[in-house]
């Protein structure tokens, strides 16, 4: 652990710690700002002792933040990670998108790949003894405060469509452990010559660490879910919904429709106004 005062290079935080544990989520733009104050509103109804951090960065403009403050977050202002102009021209939004396109789903316009990156400053993040990373479109539905037990690295599987996509892991929430080493180590294996990694951070961490443990699926219920196999669903087994392709947000949204019971959820968390018993709320048809 780093010792009282240092700040590692790239990551100044707003206060210090105050807590061994902490949820950290990323904020690249107005719009993940929004969804940051959601999913801040919703993990601290679950009565959690833990920091909330919120990685921020120069996208993000500072009076976005500010409702953050009703819920304590600590605010880390983040650089993009010291990637050479290769790796940045290889993953570019155009280059990652044409490559890996997303076809079952739609990413919105502000999706900038290479963003996706900072959350390897989580390791940076030593003070914290374990961190449960939670992307910024997603909600707490409950306490989870016994997965900081859980080991590096732990995540739950991408599966949304079928069962087929148990091999592969989705990092919208993970486990792990802070480590100035482990982060040296990961921009080392990130930035090797050609390196491209078509899932971004998803893939080049499933690469890093190939025996991942396994999170449960209701740790990372993926939206989809909801009309692909709606079986699995059980809303008082979820601990985290997360809002993967199209966000709740979006006014254009193309599926809302069929998603409309998650998008009110969403926003009732933004607003915190009549947020619903969720273990009470029907499961799809």
Not at 6 to 28: D, K, W
Not at 80 to 108: I, M, Q, Y
Not at 131 to 138: K, L, N, Y
Not at 259 to 275: K, M, S
Request: glycine share 4%.
């Amino acid at each position: 652990m780093t010792q009282p005062g240092s700040v590692p290079e790239g990551i100044p935080p707003s206060r210090p710690a105050g807590s061994h544990h902490a949820f950290v989520t990323l904020v690249t733009n107005a719009d993940y700002a929004m969804g940051a104050t959601a999913l801040a509103r919703s993990i601290r109804r679950t009565g959690t002792d833990a920091d909330i951090v919120v990685l921020h960065t120069g996208g993000v403009n500072p009076e976005c933040l500010h409702p953050l403050a009703e819920f304590s977050c600590r605010l880390v202002a983040t650089d993009l990670l010291p990637l050479s102009d290769g790796f940045n021209e290889r993953h570019a939004r155009h280059n990652v998108h044409s490559a890996a396109p997303f076809t079952k789903g739609r990413k919105p316009d502000f999706h900038s790949p290479l963003d996706n990156f900072c959350k390897l400053r989580l390791w940076q993040l030593t003070e914290y003894e374990r961190c449960i990373f939670i992307d910024a479109d997603a909600l707490v539905l409950k306490n989870i405060d016994r997965y900081f037990a859980y080991p590096e690295f732990s995540a739950a599987p991408n599966v949304y469509e079928s069962l087929a996509d148990f091999h592969r892991l989705n990092s919208g929430v993970f486990v792990a452990t802070p480590s100035l080493q482990t982060f040296d180590a990961m921009l080392t294996r990130l930035d090797t010559p050609d390196a491209f990694w078509p899932r971004t951070d998803q893939t080049f961490l499933q690469n890093f660490f190939p025996d991942w443990h396994g999170l449960p699926v209701t740790m990372n219920m993926l939206q989809y879910v909801w009309f692909n196999m709606p079986a699995l669903w059980d809303w008082s087994s979820i601990g985290v919904l997360h809002y993967q392709y199209e966000k709740p947000w979006e006014n254009d949204h193309p599926k809302a429709e069929r998603l409309r019971p998650l998008i009110n959820l969403w926003h009732a968390f933004l607003t915190g106004e009549n947020i619903p018993d969720v273990a009470d709320l029907p499961n799809p048809d």
